[in-house]
C-alpha cells in the first residue's frame, strides 16, 4: 500500500534542474559558527566535505557513522549512482569536514549533526530524500526527520541501536563502564598516534600501490573531537525520539554485531510501525563493508518504489 | 668453511619464538594460527586460540574501539601501525599492546597478519603523561570557573550596590521633601498655641500649652537637622553666611543660651588667646548645641561640660569637653555618619541621630576639620578648628 502511494508522491514531483539549487542561506548560528568574515563563503560543501555523484530522481544521502568518514562507503555507494543522484557527506569533525566549524555546543548532541543533515538535504537533494545511515547516523537521521518532517522519505538504517547503555528492560548491549573503557583507549592511542588520529599506513602485501596516496587519509579525527563524539555517540539515548517516527524504514542488522546486537533491531522493529527487519549474514558492525552485495540486495528490493529506469 | 657456520633457525622457530606476538586471523577475526610469543602474553596455548576471534581477546572498550576504528582501517587501507590495544590475560589481567597488523588478499578473500608488541613501560609512562595532562586540564578549568564566578560576583554586586545607591537616593529625597512640607503645619501649631497663651489660663491649661511649646520646638530642631542632612546629601551642601565675629563673645552668648536649654548641666566657658574669625555664626551656634546636646546625653552630669573657645594666629578652634564614659572603638570610625548613635539613651533622645554628621557637614563647608578623643582620663572632646580666611 504504501509503495503505491509513493509512487504517487513521485509522479507529483518532478525532479529539481540542478542549477536551480538555491544557494546556500545563512542563518545567524552558522554566521556565529564560522565567524564574520567567513560568513558570506561558508558552505555546505566545505563544511561537511560533501560529493555528490550521478543525477537520478530520487537521493540517496549517505551518513557514516562513529570512527571514520565517507570513504567507508566506496563499497556500496557506487553501485546506486547510475539510478539516484547519491549525496556523500563527512560528520563535522570526521575525515575532510571544516575543523574550524566544530562547536562543542552545537556538537555536544547529536540534534546538532541532524541540524546539518537537513542543511544538506535543503541545498543538495532531488526529488525524495532516502537517507543510509549507518551506526549513530541512522539516529542523526531519525533526529533530523523529526526536525523536519516531511523532509526525508525513507530511511535505511545500518547496524543501528537508538541507546547503546542496558536500562531496566531495554538490552542495548553495554554497560556505562564499557563506555568509559572506550574513553581510555581512545585517549591512549591519542598520544599512540600523535596528534592526528590517523594510524599510518603500512606496505600491504600483494597491494604495494594502495600506499602514499592514502597515507593518513581515511577516518581522520582530532582527538578531542573524536572522545566528545563518542560520548555524544554513547550516552545518548533516542528510544523517545524513535518510537513510532512512520517513515518507512528498512533495518539492515548484521547477524553477529556488538554494538548492535540482535536484540536491539527487534527492538527498532518492534517499535518501528513501517520498518522492515533485514539480518544480513555478517561478523562485525560494518556490513555496508564486508558484505556489501548482501547490503545492497536488501536495499534494492526496499528501493524499488524509487527505482525509475534511468533514460539516458 | 661454511660447514663452521651454525645453522640458522628455521622458519617455524622463528615464528613461534620472534621477539613479537603474531597472530593470523580470518576478516571476520577468527583467529588460524599465533605463535608462542602471543600465548605467553597472554597465557592461552596456540591451540586454544585457535577458532576464537581476536577481538573476543580485547577489553570492551578495545572491541568498541576495533569494531569502529581498527576494523574499517583493515580493510580500507589495508594496514594499521602501532594502535594501542587492551587485551585481557588468561588470568584477567589487562595487558596494553601495540599492534601493527596488514591485510593479505588471496583468491577467496583476505588474511589478516598481526603483530603485538609488549608496551608495559611505555604504557605506564603515557599514562602518567597523559594524568598530568588531565590535571593541568582540570586546574585550567577550575582556574575559569573561579573567574567566571568572580566576575559574576563583581557584577552582582556593582549592580547591588548600584540599586542601594539608588534606593538611599530617593529616600533622602523623600526626607527633604517631608521635612520642608512638616514646617508648615507646625508654624501653624505654634502660632495658634502663642494666641491661645495670651489670654489667661488655668494652671492645667498653662502646662499644656508649655508642653505643646516645647515639642513644636524640638520638632523644628529635629526637621531643621533632616532639612540639613538633605542639604548635605543631595543638594548643592550646607551653605555660609560668613562675617567678622568676636569669637569669644559670640561662643560665650551661646553657652549662656544653651544653659536655659540644659539647666540640669553645668557649663564652663573657656577662653585662649583674643580675636575675630571668619565664621557663619548661626551655623557655629548650631555646632556648639550639638556637641554640648551630646554631652548631655552621654557624658557624667555630676561633672562640669567645658566649651572652650581658641583665637590662634592661623586658626579658630571651638571644643566641648565632657567627663563620662568613653566612646566605644567599635564607634569611632563611623562617629560622623548619619543615622549613629552612641549607647542606649533611652526614648527621649532629642535627634534622630544627625548631630555629629551636621556638625562635620558644617566644619567641611569652613573648610575645617572635626575631631575627637575619648579618653577614660581625660574625658570626651570634640574639637573643631576653622582656618582664619
Known sequence: ???????????????????????????????????????????????????????????????????????????????FTDRFTVVLYDLVGAGESDLEAYDREKYNSLAGYARDLNE?????????????????????????????????????MIGP???????????????????????????????????????????????????????????????????????????????????????????????????????????????????TLCLVANVGHCPHMSSPSACSEAMENFLSPWIREHVN | MSTDQPLLPDNQMLFDEAPCGLVVTKEDGTILRSNQTFSHSIGLDAQALIGRRFQDLLTMGGRIFHQTHWSPLMQMQGSVAEVKLDLVHHDKHIVTMLLNGVRREH??????????????????????????????????????????????????????????????????????????????????????????????RTTRESKMLGHISQSVNRAERMIADLLDLALARVGQGITLSPSTVDLHAFVGASVDELRMTFPEATLVHQTVGTGNAWLDADRVQQIIGNLVAN????????????????????????????????????????????MIRGGNTGTDSRSVGLGLFIVREIVRAHNGVVSVNSTPESGTTFTATFPMV
Open chain 1, 1 to 79: 500500500m504504501f509503495a503505491r502511494a509513493k509512487c504517487d508522491f513521485l509522479r507529483s514531483h518532478k525532479p529539481i534542474p540542478r542549477d536551480a539549487i538555491p544557494s546556500t542561506i545563512y542563518t545567524a548560528a552558522d554566521i556565529k559558527t564560522f565567524g564574520a568574515t567567513g560568513a558570506a563563503r561558508m558552505d555546505l560543501q566545505h563544511r561537511n566535505n560533501v560529493k555528490v555523484m550521478g543525477d537520478g530522481p530520487s537521493t540517496l544521502i549517505f551518513s557514516h557513522g562513529f570512527g571514520c568518514d565517507q570513504s567507508m562507503w566506496r563499497y556500496l555507494a557506487e553501485g
Open chain 1, 120 to 156: 544538506i538535504i535543503d541545498h543538495y537533494a532531488r526529488g525524495p530524500v532516502i537517507v543510509v545511515g549507518h551506526s549513530v547516523s541512522s539516529m542523526i537521521g531519525t533526529l533530523a526527520d523529526r526536525q523536519a518532517p516531511g523532509s526525508i522519505a525513507a530511511h535505511i
Open chain 1, 161 to 275: 541501536s537508538p541507546c547503546y547503555i542496558d536500562t531496566d528492560d531495554y538490552v542495548g548491549g553495554f554497560k556505562l563502564e564499557d563506555i568509559h573503557s572506550l574513553l581510555d583507549i581512545l585517549d591512549s592511542n591519542y598520544l599512540g598516534w600523535s596528534s592526528t588520529m590517523a594510524p599510518v599506513i603500512m606496505g600491504t602485501p600483494g597491494q604495494p600501490a594502495l600506499s602514499e596516496e592514502l597515507t593518513n587519509s581515511f577516518c581522520r579525527t582530532e582527538p578531542d573531537i573524536a572522545k566528545q563524539f563518542a560520548r555524544v555517540t554513547f550516552m545518548s539515548d533516542n528510544r523517545q525520539d524513535i518510537v513510532g517516527l512512520a517513515t518507512p524504514t528498512l533495518i539492515l542488522q548484521s547477524t553477529d554485531d556488538l554494538i548492535a546486537p540482535l536484540a536491539v533491531g527487534d527492538y527498532l522493529h518492534a517499535v518501528l510501525p513501517n520498518s
Open chain 2, 107 to 200: 583468491a577467496s578473500g583476505a588474511f589478516y597478519e598481526l603483530a603485538l608488541f609488549g608496551t608495559k613501560d611505555r604504557d605506564k609512562y603515557e599514562r602518567e603523561l597523559l594524568n598530568a595532562r588531565k590535571v593541568a586540564e582540570d586546574l585550567l578549568r577550575e582556574k575559569t570557573a573561579a573567574e567566571s564566578a568572580l566576575r559574576q560576583a563583581q557584577a552582582e554586586l556593582k549592580s547591588a550596590y548600584e540599586e542601594a545607591q539608588l534606593r538611599a537616593s530617593f529616600a533622602e529625597q523623600m526626607v527633604a521633601i517631608v521635612s520642608h512640607d512638616l514646617k508648615n503645619p507646625l508654624t501653624a501649631i505654634k502660632m495658634a498655641s502663642g494666641i491661645l497663651a495670651r489670654e489667661e
Open chain 2, 295 to 338: 554631652s548631655v546625653a552621654y557624658g557624667d552630669l555630676q561633672q562640669p561640660i567645658t566649651i572652650t573657645s581658641r583665637v590662634e594666629q592661623d586658626h579658630a578652634v571651638v571644643s566641648v569637653k565632657n567627663q563620662g564614659p568613653v566612646i566605644p572603638d567599635s564607634l569611632m570610625g563611623v562617629l560622623f555618619e548619619p
